[in-house]
């Protein structure tokens, strides 16, 4: 059963800071991965979708990679913002469409 | 153009009574699905149409959920005798097609659920 696990929990940093959020997974035969950012009440919104062939997704000041083979994907925020404060959650599509969802990573920018 | 949209957005039961929530996804995706969010559960998959068919109806957690979808648009998640655990928040999606790996989803708002 394939397991998404998303490091920190939570972090808290000061704006301007470049920043890594960490997700991984225990099965590595998966079609793509997915980052979303979810703000307190609100739905997901999706920001970068990597296919299991690529490296990595470049998206303003976004950048997520994957390495399928270790079971790892990265995501890295630059020059970080106030309104970068929010959950982001990584999910993984292994088959029969569905998503599996990491925990998320609460994430707070200090102004 | 128009987002996934989902009604009502707040809703609140007795338990024991019964819950229609609706989706409306973006118009031409032909993939619709369906998740739910609770605390200390995090996100889980539901059920994923392909048109009006669903291949995967493995995430209902009970008989008492049951999802359709008509005119390969509209959903609608029916939870019949609701119980307290039934709390959640209810997410649709939406593909533009079912192809494997090409999947971006694009989520509405949700559905708050409280049963009391």
């Known amino acids: 059963k394939q397991e998404v696990t998303q490091i920190p929990a939570a972090l808290s940093v000061p704006e301007g800071e470049n920043l890594v959020l960490n997700c991984s997974f225990t099965d590595s035969a998966i079609y793509n991965l997915q980052w979303f950012r979810q703000d307190p009440g609100k739905g997901l919104t999706s920001l970068l979708l990597i296919q299991s062939s690529q490296r990595e997704q470049t998206s303003g000041r976004l950048n997520a990679s994957l390495d399928k083979s270790s079971g790892r994907s990265t995501l890295y925020i630059a020059a970080s913002q106030p309104g970068d404060s929010a959950t982001y959650l990584c999910?993984?599509?292994?088959?029969?469409?569905?998503?599996?969802f990491g925990q998320g990573t609460r994430l707070t920018i200090n102004p | 153009g128009a987002g996934v949209s989902q009604s009502p957005s707040n809703k609140v039961t007795e338990k024991g009574k019964d819950v229609e929530l609706r989706c409306d996804p973006i118009s031409g995706h032909t993939a619709l699905y369906w998740y739910r969010q609770s605390l200390g559960q995090g996100l889980e998959f539901l059920i994923y149409f392909q048109g009006n068919s669903a291949p995967d109806k493995s995430g209902l957690p009970s008989d008492r959920f049951s999802a359709e979808r008509t005119g390969g648009s509209v959903s609608t998640l029916t939870i019949q005798r609701t119980q307290q655990e039934d709390s959640a928040v209810y997410l649709c999606?939406?593909?533009?097609?079912?192809?494997?790996?090409?999947?971006?989803?694009?989520f509405g708002p949700g559905t708050r659920l409280t049963v009391l």
């Open positions: 999910a993984v599509e292994q088959g029969a469409q569905k998503l599996v």
């Open positions: 999606a939406s593909s533009l097609s079912g192809q494997w790996g090409y999947n971006e989803q694009f």
